[in-house]
C-alpha cells in the first residue's frame, strides 16, 4: 500500500531547510514529514547529509529531485503524514504542477536571486523568469501565491506585492 502525503504547505525558499521552518511551520502546521523537492540537494550527498542532520529525528525528511518527487510520491488532501514541501525556487514548483504535483496556495518565504529586477519583500527578490513562472501558476493554474515568511505574519498577495514594487513590463508577465 502506498504511504499518502497530506500536503499542508507548499512553499519557496531558497534556504530550504531552516530555522523558520522547524521552528515555526513544522509546529503550527503539526507537520510529520518535510519533502525537500530540489534536483541539487537530491544530487549532493554533503547538501542532503546537512538537511538531514538540521531535522529533528521525529520529523521524516526526503529529499528528492523534482521528477523524482512527481513520479513517485502520493498526496491526498486529509489523509496519511501533514507534510511541507519546500521548493528552492519557483520554476521547480511550476515543473511539479505541470507534472501532475497540483496545489492551491503557493507560499513564498525567501527567494534571493543575484539577477533580480523585483524586489516584492525584504527576503524576496525576483528575477523575470521568476515573475513570469508566478504569473503562469496565478493566470493559467489559478494557485495563490502569497508571501508569508512565517505563520503568525500577515500574507501578502503576489499581485499585490508586484504592483507596488516594480513597474512591471508586459512582456515579462507573457
Known amino acids: 500500500m502506498a504511504e499518502y502525503y497530506d500536503i499542508a504547505l507548499v512553499r519557496v525558499d531558497n534556504r530550504l531547510v531552516h530555522g523558520q521552518i522547524l521552528e515555526a511551520w513544522v509546529p503550527f502546521i503539526k507537520a510529520k514529514c518535510i519533502l ?34 512527481t513520479a513517485n510520491y502520493v498526496y491526498a488532501q486529509g489523509r496519511g503524514k501533514k507534510t511541507i514541501v519546500l521548493f528552492s525556487n519557483i520554476a521547480d514548483a511550476l515543473k511539479a504542477y505541470e507534472a501532475g504535483f497540483h496545489f492551491e496556495k503557493l507560499n513564498i518565504g525567501n527567494i534571493h536571486n543575484e539577477e533580480y529586477k523585483v524586489c516584492c519583500a525584504p527576503s524576496v527578490f525576483l528575477c523575470e523568469a521568476d515573475v513570469r513562472d508566478v504569473f503562469r501558476l496565478l493566470e493559467e493554474k489559478g494557485v495563490s501565491v502569497e508571501l508569508k515568511r512565517v505563520p503568525r505574519e500577515r500574507a501578502i498577495n503576489i499581485r499585490d506585492a508586484l504592483k507596488e514594487s516594480c513597474d512591471i513590463q508586459p512582456s515579462v508577465v507573457r
Open 36 to 69: 525537500v523537492v530540489d534536483n541539487n540537494s537530491a544530487s549532493d550527498f554533503f547538501c542532503e547529509t546537512v538537511i538531514r542532520m538540521a531535522v529533528p529525528s521525529d520529523i521524516e525528511v526526503n529529499i528528492c529531485s523534482v521528477e523524482d518527487f
